[in-house]
């Protein structure tokens, strides 16, 4: 990482802190942007590309609902990421110019049509601003402008030209998942079958492993409305009816509190609801005295968060909803507690790993100490990167570098019928069986998840979402309310 962006981080890590510590959130206040932030990333991403090579990064279609509804705009993530574009229509070209670079914007240009019936279009004066680019184009001249560049580069004598696009992940033939950047790949290819198409996602997605000062700035503001929402969701819980009723009441919050949208479909799993990992229809009645598991995280400025807390329905857990939680609880903190530099991640799920075999060994719920049997009850990954996407890009295998921002969400779900299905159990002997169902008649329907964002620092970690109870005493004290 270049000095001076890591003396911002710094800067930035410093005043993360001072925000976490706030109890309320002021929805008004400016994130501080660093101008220069976006032509850096810009000039990092061509480090990566040839002398003469092409950049081109082009906005999806706005997608379609149902007729002539659409679903919100959202902005894809690789053109938002270098020009902080939030407009449908909208392209980027990007070449090297000596120790700089040359990029221009294709920008929606002023349609009174457009501005009658969805709202304001950016001006030239906007976009330069925004972006940082000075070169601003209509959209409509972006086709054209791409042959002609294209043409000029294969003009050179001896070059061929390289284009880079953001190509993500190449999924086969299922038209569905095929990006914009894929599609536009097939035309260029077919018009200019000589020129190199090269993948541009690789790069990108390494620079936004670590977040600046005004990313995790924004990555804090999130997590802070998201508190604010769990707790008043948890509260909630001890009256309403329905998992929509506390769902609405999290999203009231979202939107109260300046969030502009959520980063994911809300999971709000009544009792044995909870188990589904991805549970999202939200619709059934609260199981009286059993468990909550809400999953769920606000979006700010296109950054997601991701925060769960599972948390008795009547504010008192039960000795067996303890005894599943406090093991949760225990493989969160020894995880948490390795998040530093120089570890790598993978290193922080063997040893959350390792600390649920223990728990569900003493709750009886294997009878060997070994992954294969813990992973009938823990199934899945200790967590992920939040950033512009809520699974944003990560290495886990790399030792952590300061400015990552990792959820640590370890869980444990007891589903009798599944484990009593699975071949692991039925090979065991019949004793192991019989000891094993006795402790998940114990716990079935349990399942306990609990995820905080963890900022690696160059000291201790950061829990970013810190004043959202976590331990058993202080989810029960906030329910006492
Ligand atoms: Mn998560």
């Given at each position: 990482m270049k000095q001076?962006?890591k003396?911002?981080?710094k800067?930035?890590?410093?005043?993360?802190?001072?925000?976490g510590?706030?109890v309320?959130?002021?929805?008004?206040?400016?994130i501080?942007l660093?101008p220069?932030?976006l032509e850096q990333?810009r000039?990092?991403?061509?480090?990566h590309?040839?002398?003469?090579?092409?950049l081109i990064?082009?906005?999806r279609?706005?997608q379609?609902r149902?007729d002539?509804?659409h679903?919100?705009?959202?902005?894809?993530?690789?053109?938002?990421y270098l020009?902080?574009?939030k407009m449908?229509d909208t392209?980027?070209?990007v070449q090297?110019s000596g120790?700089?670079?040359?990029?221009?914007l294709y920008?929606?240009?002023?349609?009174a049509?457009?501005?009658?019936w969805e709202?304001?279009?950016p001006?030239?004066e906007?976009?330069?601003?925004e972006?940082g680019?000075q070169n601003?184009r209509?959209?409509s001249?972006f086709?054209a402008?791409?042959?002609q560049t294209?043409?000029t580069?294969?003009?050179?004598?001896g070059?061929t030209p390289?284009i880079?696009l953001d190509?993500?992940?190449l999924?086969?033939?299922?038209?569905h998942?095929r990006?914009?950047?894929q599609i536009?790949?097939e035309e260029?290819k077919?018009?200019f079958?000589d020129?190199?198409?090269k993948?541009?996602t690789p790069?990108l997605?390494?620079m936004?492993?670590e977040?600046?000062?005004?990313?995790?700035?924004?990555l804090?503001?999130a997590t802070d409305?998201?508190?604010e929402?769990?707790?008043?969701?948890m509260?909630?819980?001890?009256?309403a009816?329905?998992?929509?009723?506390?769902?609405?009441t999290l999203e009231?919050?979202?939107?109260?509190m300046g969030?502009?949208?959520w980063?994911?479909?809300?999971i709000?799993a009544s009792?044995?609801?909870g188990?589904i990992?991805h549970?999202?229809?939200n619709?059934?009645?609260?199981?009286?005295?059993?468990?909550?598991?809400?999953?769920?995280g606000?979006?700010v400025?296109?950054?997601?968060t991701?925060?769960?807390?599972?948390?008795?329905q009547?504010?008192?857990?039960t000795?067996?909803?303890?005894?599943?939680?406090?093991?949760?609880?225990d493989?969160?903190?020894?995880?948490?507690?390795?998040a530093r530099?120089?570890?790598?991640?993978?290193?922080?799920s063997?040893r959350s790993m390792?600390?649920r075999?223990?728990?569900?060994?003493d709750?009886?719920?294997?009878?060997?100490?070994?992954?294969a049997?813990?992973?009938?009850y823990t199934l899945?990954?200790l967590?992920?990167?939040?950033g512009l996407?809520?699974h944003d890009p990560?290495?886990?295998?790399?030792?952590l570098?300061?400015?990552q921002?990792?959820?640590?969400?370890p869980?444990?779900y007891v589903?009798?019928?599944?484990v009593?299905a699975s071949?692991i159990?039925?090979?065991l002997?019949?004793?192991?069986?019989q000891?094993i169902?006795?402790?998940l008649d114990?716990?079935?329907g349990?399942?306990v998840?609990?995820?905080?964002?963890v900022l690696?620092?160059?000291?201790?970690p950061?829990?970013m979402?810190?004043?959202?109870?976590r331990?058993?005493?202080d989810?029960?004290?906030h329910?006492a309310q």
């Amino acid at each position: 990482m270049k000095q001076a962006m890591k003396s911002l981080l710094k800067a930035g890590i410093a005043s993360c802190l001072l925000m976490g510590a706030a109890v309320s959130v002021d929805a008004s206040a400016q994130i501080p942007l660093v101008p220069q932030e976006l032509e850096q990333r810009r000039l990092e991403v061509t480090s990566h590309m040839g002398d003469h090579d092409l950049l081109i990064l082009q906005e999806r279609p706005h997608q379609v609902r149902n007729d002539d509804v659409h679903w919100p705009y959202r902005p894809s993530n690789a053109l938002y990421y270098l020009t902080h574009n939030k407009m449908p229509d909208t392209a980027l070209m990007v070449q090297k110019s000596g120790s700089g670079v040359n990029s221009t914007l294709y920008a929606k240009a002023y349609n009174a049509r457009w501005e009658t019936w969805e709202g304001k279009i950016p001006t030239v004066e906007d976009n330069r601003a925004e972006s940082g680019i000075q070169n601003v184009r209509p959209a409509s001249q972006f086709d054209a402008a791409i042959f002609q560049t294209i043409n000029t580069m294969t003009n050179v004598a001896g070059q061929t030209p390289t284009i880079w696009l953001d190509l993500g992940e190449l999924r086969g033939d299922d038209d569905h998942h095929r990006n914009q950047a894929q599609i536009l790949a097939e035309e260029l290819k077919a018009t200019f079958p000589d020129i190199i198409i090269k993948n541009i996602t690789p790069f990108l997605d390494e620079m936004r492993i670590e977040k600046s000062a005004s990313e995790l700035a924004i990555l804090q503001r999130a997590t802070d409305i998201t508190v604010e929402a769990h707790k008043a969701a948890m509260l909630k819980a001890k009256t309403a009816r329905y998992e929509y009723q506390v769902e609405a009441t999290l999203e009231y919050v979202y939107r109260e509190m300046g969030a502009e949208h959520w980063g994911y479909p809300s999971i709000v799993a009544s009792g044995s609801n909870g188990p589904i990992l991805h549970y999202q229809t939200n619709q059934e009645a609260l199981q009286e005295g059993g468990l909550m598991l809400i999953d769920a995280g606000a979006e700010v400025s296109f950054y997601s968060t991701d925060l769960t807390r599972t948390f008795p329905q009547d504010g008192t857990f039960t000795a067996s909803q303890k005894g599943i939680y406090q093991a949760v609880l225990d493989a969160q903190n020894a995880a948490i507690d390795m998040a530093r530099v120089g570890t790598p991640y993978s290193a922080l799920s063997q040893r959350s790993m390792e600390v649920r075999i223990d728990a569900l060994y003493d709750l009886g719920l294997i009878s060997e100490k070994t992954t294969a049997q813990a992973q009938l009850y823990t199934l899945h990954g200790l967590g992920h990167t939040v950033g512009l996407d809520v699974h944003d890009p990560a290495n886990r295998n790399a030792p952590l570098t300061a400015g990552q921002a990792w959820t640590i969400e370890p869980g444990i779900y007891v589903r009798k019928k599944h484990v009593i299905a699975s071949d692991i159990f039925k090979a065991l002997p019949a004793r192991q069986q019989q000891s094993i169902t006795a402790a998940l008649d114990k716990y079935d329907g349990i399942g306990v998840r609990i995820e905080d964002v963890v900022l690696i620092t160059d000291g201790d970690p950061v829990i970013m979402s810190a004043n959202l109870p976590r331990t058993i005493a202080d989810i029960e004290r906030h329910m006492a309310q």
